[in-house]
Nanobody
């Protein structure tokens, strides 16, 4: 059974930085796509960034130039480096994995079938 455990969420001031981590375990072969998605109360979950096993990345327009998704395959760990944080980045951030088409290019939340429990990021102005 695939398990994803996020950490690193915190409360920071606008302009600050955070690095989220996601420890993955329980899969016999690496999922095609791993990603970070976020959700605020009352809003739909949205894709933030995704990465393929070959290291190709895709970032949402709202975070391009500020967030970077990376992975350490030896440690089975996914990261999200978040710089120049804005109050609009406040959300619960989820690590997710998928073998479904659409998880990478579209950053479509419905294309992810494994989810972590989430880690809260709060950015104050």
């Amino acid at each position: 059974q695939v398990q994803l455990v996020e950490s690193g969420g915190d409360s920071v001031q606008a302009g600050g930085s955070l690095r989220l981590s996601c420890a993955a375990s329980g899969y016999t072969s690496r999922p095609v796509c791993m990603g970070w998605l976020r959700q605020t109360p009352g809003k739909a979950r949205e894709g933030v960034a995704a990465i393929l096993s070959d290291g190709s990345t895709n970032h949402a327009d709202s975070v391009k130039g500020r967030f970077t998704i990376t992975q350490d395959n030896a440690k089975n760990t996914l990261y999200l480096q978040m710089n120049n944080l804005k109050p609009d980045d406040t959300a619960m951030y989820y690590c997710a994995a998928s073998n479904l088409a659409g998880c990478f290019s579209a950053l479509e939340p419905t294309k992810y079938n494994y989810w972590g429990q989430g880690t809260q990021v709060t950015v104050s102005s």
